[in-house]
């Protein structure tokens, strides 16, 4: 799974109560990137990251912040979770300073709000 | 209209048939190309990645790229049981520092039946 981990793996909350999805890689990638999953729409950009306190838009931005004070840490913050933010949110890595533009995938985090 | 179209499916195939999965893509900026496969409440995987116009093989696996029609493909040889899953087609331009952005289609949903 390309050293990536995402925590906590499953999470049912309330409606209007704020939400933290955490990212950590050991790999050492300069990108990191937070994706939603949801039916029909397959998987949208929400917000990335480029470096250590280096973060910008996607596509579906609107009710979530990120912060990065940590190359390995990439967290994603719903501020008052509604219910049409019930999704899998998957975090995604990729280095191409390397030379390499693929993106690797973790294994998801799938939330319920209530 | 999406930027990536993605036939839904389900697809149902014996085992041991060629697999052909599509995408169409409208952004003419897009140059690199992945095809991830994605078991059920799993993370999408790396199958695929191509820069440019033309084919690559690994093992059972073909990706085909044709830029001038906006079109890839996903070509599975002999396929079996184990690669029922969905599979997703996504590609991206260059975000400036080299990073990139990716726009996924819905995913095809594949059975291989025995």
Known sequence: DAGITQSPRHKVTETGTPVTLRCHQTENHRYMYWYRQDPGHGLRLIHYSYGVKDTDKGEVSDGYSVSRSKTEDFLLTLESATSSQTSVYFCAISAPQTGNTEAFFGQGTRLTVV | ?114
């Open chain 2, 1 to 114: 209209q999406k930027e990536v179209e993605q036939d839904p499916g389900p697809l149902s195939v014996p085992e041991g048939a060629i697999v052909s999965l599509n995408c169409t893509y409208s952004n003419s900026a897009f140059q690199y190309f992945m095809w991830y496969r994605q078991y059920s409440r799993k993370g999408p995987e790396l199958l695929m990645y191509t820069y440019s116009s033309g084919n690559k093989e690994d093992g059972r696996f073909t990706a085909q790229v044709d830029k001038s029609s906006k079109y890839i493909s996903l070509f599975i040889r002999d396929s079996q049981p184990s690669d029922s899953a969905t599979y997703l087609c996504a590609m991206s331009d260059i975000l400036t520092g080299g990073g990139n952005k990716l726009t996924f289609g819905t995913g095809t949903q594949l059975k291989v039946e025995l």
